[in-house]
């Protein structure tokens, strides 16, 4: 492959944890629930499916459904505070993050091989696969990032052409009339928060699975560039895949640069700073980019025992 | 019908009598007794996470006092520590107190700490030790204003989500760190920035000790920090803003200069934190620091003193001396130094929990 193609067939690979976590965070947002402890879940799933892999003879399988299972956790225990305890979501987000962080890099003393760790099968599409230029990139990639493009289309169609899209997108505008329409604010975001929880966590997994080992902090902001394609894709879950991949061919670049020759010169620092830098150039850009109206607001239900 | 007994008022339950006794100003028994459960709750999970990691709690619970708190060296430690969690504790507060999320201290820290190696190996030899402290501190404090002011006025101008581009800046400050250590000002083997000339070093104040010039300068930080919010025209706008925004406005108070001036003025603290770290503390930039995060638990440090100034002195020493008391758990016990962060984590997740630490929102209007 020449130097351009093994840039967005890495970059594609790299998108997809990016991707996944900002397909999680799109359903919460969409229900009214700023979830900033997204890079918090998403280093609980790396973590969980590194244990996973470490108890499970190897299998990234085993690891798969291990960090789902700590993405439903994650979502139980955020869903309890952002909306049946009403914390401030951003603070709480951030100590989440901190928790996990903390967690993470304590067990993994424990219960992690730093060497240990497994990829998800590739699987090269017949009959595409053989393209020429595009075939190797697009379609000789490992099974999750189909997934992702799969799941990303389920996501738009949830929020977009379901009952649920429609019930959430009211709850996430004005609770106050979706709870006198007589529907039930919190059960609704729960259901959200525990399935982007869920997404998440795998996106925790496929970063694990594309690296050698866990890491200490191993997701470096991974989770929060999530929270900006949310915004800068505005809700729109295919928008959500082009700017991941935005984010994803960004990463590449630090690894790539050496061989694409114009960009030999320039210091890795400022290559691995790209994507966070990129971030503050798509919110600029992204300005009118507006979050539903009840994001960060706990809501209190109007007849309630508390 | 109307001559009967007025209604009477509700029957005290235990909860309502607990809530009506009160201590101090504005503390209730209640909620005494809320943060006493959250502390046990805290001491309890980490009691089934020693148990689960196979140490037991009452040594782990004697290694981080003892060297939080053990001797007058150990306190040194632990105050010194404290001195970085008060400045990037009010890094958070004051922004947070208009309501606006600068979760960035950490990126300010590190950019003033940057900042601070870069001119303090560029200072003149010749220059006295106290002048060059003082321009070096000055400078770290607007380097961090500089890097608050980048997520304020994003804010300011087009509404940017505050707490996406604070984050944003914190990761770029942490690689320009880690350029810092093996590019630009690298130390030979060591995995380190080259060490400040010694003349820009903070003197010590307490022999026996490693307590510098850092520990009154942060304590100053905090009581300037106390007379800006309840003592200045500005500190009252700050707060106005964040308890309505819409009312302020309508008052003529600027929301978009609070939030420039409030970003800076945390950025500024935070510098603080990163020139004392480097002059008063480390004299280098080690590679391994982020894992402390002390930007981040500023956060906590002020969410516990409920974004009150002065309360973040006895809020920075309290979780100083978990960070500090975690080294000395990983000595006698083997446990990883983040396991402090554990412990804060948990506890003010809980007290948010408990309702003990608050926020106002305005309700959601229709459009």
């Known amino acids: ?306 | 019908v109307t001559a009967g007994s007025p209604a009477l008022p509700p029957r005290h339950g235990l909860e309502e009598r607990l809530r009506s006794l009160t201590v101090a100003r504005g503390i209730t028994v209640w909620s005494l007794l809320r943060v006493l459960a959250a502390l046990a709750a805290t001491l309890i999970i980490f009691a089934i996470l020693l148990q689960l990691l196979g140490s037991d709690f009452g040594t782990a619970f004697n290694a981080v006092i003892d060297s939080a708190f053990g001797n007058s060296f150990n306190i040194g430690q632990t105050l010194m520590t404290a001195s970085l969690l008060i400045a990037t504790g009010l890094a958070a507060a004051i922004p947070f107190r208009a309501q606006l999320w600068n979760v960035g201290g950490e990126g300010q820290m590190w950019f003033g700490a940057f900042c601070t190696i870069g001119i303090a190996l560029t200072l003149p030899k010749g220059l006295a030790p106290g002048l060059s402290v003082a321009i070096l501190v000055i400078a770290s404090m607007v380097a961090g204003a500089v890097w608050g002011l980048v997520p304020g006025i994003l804010k300011a101008t087009i509404n940017a989500n505050e707490v996406i581009t604070s984050l944003m800046m914190t990761f770029i400050a942490i690689e320009l760190g880690n350029w810092a250590i093996d590019g630009i000002w690298p130390q030979g083997a060591s995995n380190e920035t080259m060490s400040v000339p010694s003349n820009t070093l903070m003197p010590n104040i307490w022999s026996g000790t490693l307590v510098t010039w850092g520990l009154p300068l942060a304590l100053i930080a905090a009581i300037v920090a106390w007379a800006v919010m309840s003592r200045t025209k500005l500190g009252f706008e700050i707060r106005a803003v964040g308890l309505n925004p819409q009312t302020a406005r309508m008052n003529g108070m600027s929301v978009s200069k609070v939030a420039i001036v409030t970003f800076a003025l945390g950025g500024a603290f935070a510098g603080l934190a990163g020139s004392i770290f480097i002059l008063g503390i480390n004299g280098a930039l080690p590679a391994g620091f982020p894992l402390n995060n002390f930007g981040y638990l500023g956060i906590a440090v002020a969410l516990v003193a409920r974004l009150s100034p002065l309360w973040i002195i006895p809020s920075a020493v309290l979780f100083a001396g978990l960070r500090v008391g975690s080294d000395g758990l990983q000595a006698s016990t083997g446990l990883s130094t983040t396991v402090g962060q554990i412990l804060v984590a948990v506890f003010v997740i809980l007290l948010l929990a408990f309702r003990l630490i608050r926020f106002s929102y305005p309700e959601v209007a229709s459009r």
């Open chain 1, 1 to 306: 492959m020449s130097p351009v193609q093994t840039l967005f067939s890495l970059g594609i690979a790299l998108m997809v944890p990016m991707l996944f976590a900002a397909l999680g965070e799109l359903i919460i947002e969409k229900a009214g629930v700023l979830n900033v402890g997204i890079e918090g879940v998403m280093l609980i799933g790396a973590f969980s499916a590194a244990v996973g892999v470490n108890y499970g003879n190897g299998s990234i399988w085993v690891g798969l459904l291990i960090a789902i299972g700590s993405g439903i956790v994650c979502g139980i225990i955020l869903a309890l505070l952002y909306v049946r305890l009403g914390t401030d979501q951003i603070v709480t987000g951030i100590m989440f993050n901190i928790l996990a962080f903390g967690l993470t890099t304590t067990l993994a003393v424990k219960y992690v091989h730093a060497s240990q760790s497994s990829q998800f099968p590739d699987w090269n599409i017949p009959g595409l696969h053989s393209i020429p230029g595009i075939g190797d990139v697009l379609f000789s990639q490992d099974v999750l990032v189909y997934a992702s493009i799969v799941i990303a289309a389920l996501v738009w169609y949830l929020t977009r052409q379901t009952w649920f899209g429609l019930y959430s997108r009211a709850v996430s505008e004005y609770p106050r009339a979706a709870e006198s329409a007589g529907l039930n604010v919190w059960r609704l975001r729960y259901v959200a928060v525990i399935l982007g929880c869920v997404l998440t966590a795998v996106g925790g997994a496929e970063l694990f699975a594309n690296s050698g080992g866990f890491v200490a902090g191993y997701t470096n902001g991974r989770g929060f560039i999530a929270l900006a394609i949310v915004v800068l894709a505005r809700w729109n879950a295919f928008y959500v895949v082009a700017a991941a991949l935005l984010f994803g061919v960004a990463q590449a670049l630090q690894f790539e640069a050496d061989k694409l020759g114009f960009l030999g010169d320039v210091p890795s620092h400022v290559l691995i700073a790209l994507p966070y830098i990129l971030v503050l150039v798509a919110v600029v850009f992204a300005r009118g980019s507006r979050y539903p109206a009840a994001v960060g607001i706990p809501f209190r239900p109007t007849r309630s025992s508390t």
